[in-house]
């Protein structure tokens, strides 16, 4: 079941964003949940940003508002080809995370929307080696994805839409501490911030 709803999802991006619309309810809308983890950051027209495993470009499109020099980075042509299309003020790049086509030091900010729990551990531990490598000096990182809920109430409805929509790699990420792999990446000052009776963290880390 799992497998055939994350396959349609993929395939019809209205169905996707039906489910992503629903699923940020619990912060406050679409909107709000694309901005937590941009908080408290300081980012103008100029400031380079990009976009990891950006999808469809429903963060892109956020990103935009705040910098003309927005790169997007995803391994799926037909999702790049989507996100294109949707927010065409931005840059495109074909790529694989732990493998990005980007130099080094490209970047002030790198940022993650909901694509870490995509990843098996070690997966995670290249892809916050090459944010390091691509990130200037005090440049920063910065993703929202799932968590394991401190609120009881939380954990029928996020049980739920994993078991429907989500694969291995997302309950691995339930006992991940992404905290402590941010640091053995090299990170300083690095942060969490829990959302939603504990089921979303955002989690931030300085070059």
Request: with cysteine.
């Amino acid at each position: 079941m799992a497998t055939i709803l994350r396959t349609l999802s993929y395939k019809y991006q209205w169905l996707y964003d039906g489910i992503s619309s629903l699923a940020t309810l619990s912060v406050g809308g679409e909107t709000k949940f694309r901005r937590l983890a941009l908080q408290g950051l300081t980012i103008d027209s100029n400031t380079p940003i990009l976009d990891l495993c950006c999808g469809a470009g429903q963060t892109t499109r956020f990103l935009v508002q705040f910098s003309d020099q927005v790169t997007g980075l995803d391994a799926s042509p037909v999702a790049l080809q989507r996100a294109s299309l949707a927010v065409p003020q931005a840059k495109y790049v074909q790529g694989l995370a732990e493998q990005m086509p980007c130099k080094d030091q490209q970047f002030d900010i790198v940022h993650s929307s909901v694509a870490l729990h995509e990843m098996e551990t070690e997966q995670l531990k290249q892809i916050l080696a090459e944010v390091y490598r691509v990130l200037k000096p005090d440049g920063v990182f910065t993703a929202i994805d799932l968590h394991r809920p401190t609120n009881l109430l939380f954990w029928p409805p996020v049980a739920t839409f994993m078991w429907l929509f989500e694969t291995d790699t997302a309950w691995q990420l339930l006992k991940t501490d992404l905290i402590q792999l941010l640091q053995e990446a090299g990170f300083k000052n690095t942060r969490q911030t829990l959302y939603a009776g504990g089921s979303l963290q955002v989690v931030q880390g300085m070059k």
